[in-house]
């Protein structure tokens, strides 16, 4: 199947809790300046604490699930995003 096309690959699902991501957020983003290109999705791509990020409709452009150890670990990486994407 694989080789066909059928099946286009294989991914492995981990356990958050097993690695210590025991704090699941949905965090919604908007760009600051709505002129500058959207490239938000390609700027957080490297933090590994954003699993998923979804364009939604509505005042947000963005909406991240993001997985992290504890609430101060939280208010770290909402910095950490503000800073990488500009939002």
Same mark, same amino acid.
């Given at each position: ?10 991914? =492995? ?11 699941? =957020?949905?965090? =919604?983003?908007? /760009?600051?300046? /709505?002129?500058? /290109?959207?490239?938000? /999705? ?14 939604? =409709? ?30």
């Amino acid at each position: 199947c694989l080789s066909r096309g059928v099946v286009q690959g294989y991914s =492995a699902r981990i356990n958050p809790e097993a690695v210590g991501h025991l704090l699941s =957020a949905f965090v =919604a983003i908007t /760009p600051l300046d /709505p002129s500058q /290109p959207d490239d938000a /999705p390609a700027r957080l791509e490297h933090i590994e604490e954003v699993e998923s990020c979804y364009s939604v =409709a509505g005042e947000e452009s963005y909406v991240l699930l993001v997985r992290v150890a504890s609430a101060r670990a939280l208010e770290d990486l909402l910095q950490r995003i503000r800073t990488t994407a500009n939002v």
